[in-house]
């Protein structure tokens, strides 16, 4: 028999894809790592996945435990699915901005919700601050705390970069992907540098982020808005610090919408706006590296959780992004 014991053993070892269209378009060849084949159907099953061994390790969680975290909505999942195969607990604090399937998700994944009001960083009530508190309240409870949390990010210097390289046999270019919390850039990036100094790593920063003027000029700044989900940040988090960024680019959520519709109709993929902003990132890196290059980026997480927003022509239409 090949059967696979442990539930959690599933989550990891995503394939890679080479996708035609970006790959036509730019002269390069172009993969991405279908990050939606992961349990929770996100790159954040991952990041879940090593902060919860961590704190286990660390003796900081044990049984009955609860996981508290503020999260967009992907790492809750996956905190939720581990948690579920371990027999925790999860509270889940998510902006009510975010999209109703994730909502939906956590709630049929038995996580208790919490729904705070979109807020600044700056702000108390932000889901990160109030996840914190909550923590700090409950009885044998941890924070997850992803994005200061430097476990999230090794998930990917010990996986996802070893991965990518082991199925790019070791002859990789570039690669690029956008920012939530930055332990995907950070550790893929550390990650395939540790093997190839050369390898060049891009950050494909929304609208609304502040990190494209950090890298471009030491800056954090931010200008205009993104409708995207789980990326977008304002500072320099833990898992950042020392994120071996070669080159930034800015890609709009128009930019990044048209790679989702072409990867759905023309590859059979159906991703989420990250997704297609990491892909409009790699195209455009391919042009900066120049023809015959090989360059890897991240399909995040799965567009069936956003048939109400991505996928929805009203929604698309009371945002002011293009229909079709
Ligand atoms: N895309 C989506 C859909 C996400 O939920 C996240 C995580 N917030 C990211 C991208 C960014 O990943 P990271 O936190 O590793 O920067």
Redesign the pocket.
């Known amino acids: 028999m090949q059967v696979t014991q442990d539930t959690l053993a599933l989550i990891g070892n995503t394939p890679l894809v080479r996708l035609k269209g970006p790959s036509e378009a730019s002269g390069c060849d172009i993969y991405g790592k279908c990050e939606f084949a992961n349990p929770g159907a996100?790159?954040?099953d991952r990041?879940a996945l090593f902060i919860v061994r961590d704190a286990e390790e660390k003796g900081l969680i044990g049984p009955g435990g609860t996981i508290v975290e503020g999260?967009?909505?992907?790492?809750g999942i996956g905190l939720a699915l581990v948690a579920n195969a371990k027999g925790y607990k999860t509270v889940i604090v998510m902006p009510e901005t975010q999209s109703r399937e994730k909502m939906d998700t956590l709630r049929a994944l038995g996580a208790e919700l919490v729904l705070v009001p979109a807020a600044p960083y700056s702000n108390p009530g932000h889901f990160v601050h109030t996840s914190r508190r909550l923590a700090e309240e409950r009885e044998n409870a941890i924070w997850a705390n992803?994005?200061d949390n430097v476990a999230?990010?090794r998930a990917?210097i010990v996986g996802t970069a070893a991965e990518i390289w082991e199925q790019m046999e070791g002859r990789v270019d570039g690669f690029t992907?956008?920012?939530?919390?930055?332990?995907?850039?950070a550790?893929v990036g550390l990650g395939l540098k540790e093997r190839d100094e050369n390898v060049r790593i891009a950050l494909s920063d929304p609208h609304g982020a502040a990190l494209y003027d950090y890298y471009a000029h030491g800056e954090l700044k931010s200008e205009g808005s993104s409708v995207?989900?789980?990326?977008g940040?304002g500072r320099i988090t833990a898992?950042l610090e020392g994120a071996p960024v070669d080159t930034q680019f800015r890609i709009s959520d128009a930019e990044g919408l048209e790679w989702v519709r072409r990867l759905l109709h023309e590859e059979g993929l159906c991703l989420?706006?990250?997704?297609g902003i990491?892909v409009a990132g790699a195209v455009r890196l391919a042009k900066e590296l120049g023809p015959g290059k090989r360059i890897a980026t991240?399909l995040?997480?799965t567009g069936f959780?956003y048939l109400s927003t991505l996928y929805n022509p009203e929604w698309l239409k009371a945002k002011g992004l293009p229909v079709a």
Request: proline share 0%; hydrophobic share 30%.
């Open positions: 996100s790159v954040k990041a999260t967009a909505g992907n790492t992803q994005f999230n990010r990917h992907c956008a920012v939530g919390t930055g332990g995907t850039l550790g995207a989900e789980g990326i940040q898992n989420g706006l990250s997704s990491n991240i995040c997480d959780r």
